[in-house]
């Protein structure tokens, strides 16, 4: 079965950064599109980043381009979420998302568009 398992979430300072890993198995890792989603206490869930089959493709959320950059290892089967310039308000956890891709798919950002989910890394952000 699909298994997704986040890790390098922790706590950091404002204006720091993390490395958010997914480690994916049970899937043909290539053939799936991956996104970044977090949930903060008391809110909705709600899309970071997203990444095509060979990472040429990406999108963001309009609050994270700049700051954070996902990639993928096709080869390792792992997502990556590099976070820079964290604020307090990026606090939450994160999940990592699979959906299998298809040609000229778009990126999606969605929750119910990912039928995959890992169970998630907290990330404290301190000020």
């Known amino acids: 079965q699909v298994q997704l398992v986040e890790s390098g979430g922790g706590l950091v300072q404002a204006g720091g950064s993390l490395r958010l890993s997914c480690a994916a198995s049970?899937?043909?890792?290539?053939?799936?599109?991956m996104g970044w989603f977090r949930q903060a206490p008391g809110k909705e869930r709600e899309f970071v980043a997203a990444i095509s089959w060979s990472g040429g493709s990406t999108y963001y959320t309009d609050s994270m381009e700049g700051r954070f950059s996902i990639s993928r290892d096709n080869a390792k089967n792992m997502l990556y979420l590099q976070m820079n310039s964290l604020k307090p308000e990026d606090t939450a956890v994160y999940y990592c998302?699979?959906?299998?891709?298809?040609?000229?798919?778009?990126?999606?950002?969605?929750?119910?568009?990912?039928?995959?989910w890992g169970r998630g890394t907290q990330v404290t952000v301190s000020s």
């Open positions: 998302a699979a959906r299998l891709g298809e040609p000229g798919g778009v990126l999606r950002t969605r929750v119910w568009s990912y039928p995959y």
């Open positions: 049970g899937l043909t890792f290539s053939g799936y599109f």
